[in-house]
């Protein structure tokens, strides 16, 4: 194989690459048209460490801050998942034990034992 062989070779899986990036362009267009537009940006919540007085703000922007990303947050997992991470103090304190096997796991009497609030 001389020098000539060599570059058309490199040549041809140059034109073979490209011709593969064109096609995953095209294909990533296509998803992105399917998918829609990014969601808005929703401000990340504050963090909530139980005071009463608080509870409804973060509530409400927890609730905005799921509807407004459901792809993100599909299943009430996700959503536990996604809240676990802005309680402090003693509200952490109180959830961290039913983190178990990387899931975070109520039953109605749980519920019931954190409060029973209705608007939680």
Not at 74 to 103: C, K, M, S
Request: with cysteine; glycine share 6%.
């Amino acid at each position: 194989m001389d020098l000539t062989d060599d570059i058309s070779t490199y040549v041809n899986r140059i034109e073979r690459l490209e011709a593969d990036l064109i096609h995953e362009c095209t294909i990533s267009t296509r998803v992105a048209t399917l998918i829609g537009p990014k969601p808005e940006d929703i401000p990340v919540l504050d963090n909530f460490d139980g005071t009463r007085a608080d509870l409804h703000p973060f509530l409400t922007k927890l609730r905005i801050k799921i509807a407004g990303n459901t792809t993100r947050y599909p299943d009430i997992q996700h959503q536990l998942w996604y809240v676990f991470g802005f309680l402090n103090g003693d509200t952490y304190a109180t959830i961290e034990p039913h983190l178990i096997n990387d899931r975070l796991n109520f039953d109605c009497h749980t519920l019931i034992s954190l409060g029973g609030h209705s608007d939680i």
